[in-house]
C-alpha cells in the first residue's frame, strides 16, 4: 500500500496545458464546460512552476499590486480556487502568459459583480481557446463568458447548486 508520502507533486487542482491545449484535473485530462470562480480567492503573485515539483509562490499584498520578485525564474501568475461539476473544489494556479491573460480578460466582468454577489461564486462557461503569438512564442489563450452568480457550494457538495432547468451548464 502506498502511503502517498514522495516529493512528488500532487493534490488537486485544475490545469489548462496550452501547448496541447487541454484542461487536466489532479493530472487527468478532462473535457471542462463550466467551472465555478470563487472571486474572494485570487491571489497574484510571483511563481515559479516547474514540472513534477510543487509551486512556489511570493504573493502580493494587495490583489494586483506587483510584490518584489523573488528571483529571475519567478513570473507573473495567479492563484484561484474553483468548483467542478464531478470534482469538487480544486486550485487553478498559473504563470503562463497565455492562461494569464485568460483570466485577465474574464477578471473586470467578475470583479463587476462581486459586490452585488457576496458570498456567491462566478459560473463560467469555457467558450475554447485562441492561438497567441504575441509574445516570445506561441500559447493558447483560455476564453470564458460569465454565465451567472451561483450560491456558494458547500465542501461535499456534488455538484454546483442548479439555479434553473434551462441552464445545463451546472447540472
Known amino acids: ?11 488537486e487542482y485544475l490545469r489548462f496545458k496550452p501547448s496541447v491545449n487541454a484542461w487536466y484535473v489532479d493530472g487527468e485530462e478532462v473535457t471542462l464546460k463550466a467551472l465555478s470562480i470563487d472571486p474572494k ?3 497574484t503573485g510571483w511563481g515559479l512552476i516547474q514540472e513534477g515539483e510543487a509551486p512556489q509562490w511570493a504573493w502580493d ?3 494586483g499590486v506587483k510584490g518584489s520578485r523573488p528571483d529571475e525564474g519567478y513570473k ?7 468548483f467542478l461539476q464531478d470534482h469538487g473544489w480544486r486550485e487553478w494556479s498559473s504563470n503562463g502568459a497565455g492562461v494569464n491573460k485568460g483570466i485577465s480578460a ?7 459583480g462581486m459586490d452585488d454577489n457576496v458570498g456567491h461564486v462566478a459560473g463560467l462557461k469555457y467558450t475554447g481557446s ?3 503569438t504575441s509574445g ?3 500559447t493558447r489563450i483560455p476564453t470564458f463568458e460569465l454565465v451567472k452568480w451561483l450560491p456558494m457550494p458547500q ?17
Do not use: C, Y
Open 106 to 112: 474574464i477578471w473586470p466582468t467578475i470583479h463587476k
Open 155 to 171: 465542501a461535499d457538495d456534488a455538484e454546483p447548486p442548479k439555479q434553473d432547468d434551462d441552464d445545463a451548464l451546472f447540472t
Open 41 to 43: 480567492s485570487l491571489k
Open 61 to 63: 499584498d494587495q490583489v
Open 136 to 138: 516570445k512564442g506561441a
Open 1 to 11: 500500500m502506498d502511503l502517498g508520502l514522495g516529493n512528488e507533486a500532487s493534490g
Open 76 to 82: 507573473r501568475g495567479f492563484s484561484v480556487m474553483v
Open 130 to 132: 485562441t492561438a497567441d
